[in-house]
């Protein structure tokens, strides 16, 4: 006599559940049916949720790939055209505009350090005028 309380290989105790479920409509109340439509409704509204989200995470995902595909692609080129020989003098030389603001602002430096040596001096005249007895 075989044991009916042990899984069969890879399956299980219990029995599997009928595809389709029927019910009598003459057996059940009013109540259930309001329980079922209220089921069958929620149900939907999940399934439809799920399909919109894994919708966007497909979408989500392809653009993902795409847009990383582009940058890195767009990050070799560039880097491959900024790395070109006969590109180092151009890309190493000072915008003459800058050397000129700088060549400005060394002369303005070199003014004002000179302003301030005069300024320190004829305060130092000042004080000896000031407290000689």
Not at 9 to 13: L, P
């Given at each position: 006599m075989k044991d009916e309380t042990k899984p069969k290989?890879?399956?299980?105790?219990y029995e599997e559940p009928p595809a389709v479920l029927r019910l009598d409509e003459h057996q059940i109340t009013e109540r259930e049916r309001m329980q079922i439509r209220l089921i069958k409704?929620?149900?939907?509204s999940?399934?439809?949720i799920v399909r919109k989200n894994l919708s966007d995470s497909v979408t989500k995902a392809i653009m993902m790939l795409l847009v990383k595909n582009?940058?890195?692609n767009l990050q070799?080129?560039?880097?491959a055209n900024l790395y070109k020989e006969e590109l180092y003098t151009s890309l190493l030389q000072e915008n003459p505009d800058?050397?000129?603001?700088?060549?400005i602002c060394q002369a303005e430096l070199s003014?004002?350090?000179?302003?301030?040596?005069?300024?320190q001096m004829s305060e130092l005249i000042d004080l000896s005028t000031t407290y000689t007895i």
């Open positions: 290989r890879g399956g299980s105790i409704s929620l149900l939907d999940y399934f439809k582009a940058k890195d070799r080129e560039l880097v800058v050397s000129t603001r700088r060549k003014a004002l350090r000179q302003a301030k040596k005069v300024l």
